[in-house]
């Protein structure tokens, strides 16, 4: 799996720099509907750095604007598969 470079990444890179912080940034691109890009993502971390001490996940959906009596199951499968599922 790739490292994907986001154009604000090196933004982010001068920033923490500024504040003294220490680490790296290091976004990843995966799709968290697939539990095959999860494992692969947790892979390239173990492979890259041995260990994870923080890992964000900054993907979520919440457009569901219904009841769940009332929406469509798929939806709310969906939402749940990204914004829940990986977190497990």
Same mark, same amino acid.
């Given at each position: @799996?790739?490292?994907? $470079?986001?154009?604000f %990444?090196?933004?982010?890179?001068?920033?923490?720099?500024?504040?003294?912080?220490?680490?790296?940034?290091c976004?990843? $691109?995966?799709?968290? $509907?697939?539990?095959?890009?999860? @494992?692969?993502?947790?892979?390239m971390?173990?492979? &890259?750095?041995? $260990?994870?001490?923080v890992?964000?996940n900054?993907?979520?959906?919440?457009?569901?604007? &219904? &009841?769940?009596?009332?929406g469509? %199951?798929?939806?709310?499968k969906? @939402?749940?598969?990204?914004s829940?599922?990986?977190?497990?």
């Amino acid at each position: @799996m790739e490292i994907y $470079r986001y154009c604000f %990444t090196q933004a982010i890179k001068e920033e923490a720099k500024k504040s003294g912080a220490s680490g790296e940034v290091c976004p990843v $691109r995966c799709d968290l $509907r697939q539990e095959s890009d999860i @494992m692969d993502m947790f892979q390239m971390v173990r492979n &890259k750095y041995g $260990r994870l001490d923080v890992c964000i996940n900054n993907a979520g959906v919440a457009w569901v604007q &219904k &009841k769940l009596s009332e929406g469509d %199951t798929e939806e709310w499968k969906e @939402m749940l598969d990204v914004s829940v599922y990986p977190s497990c």
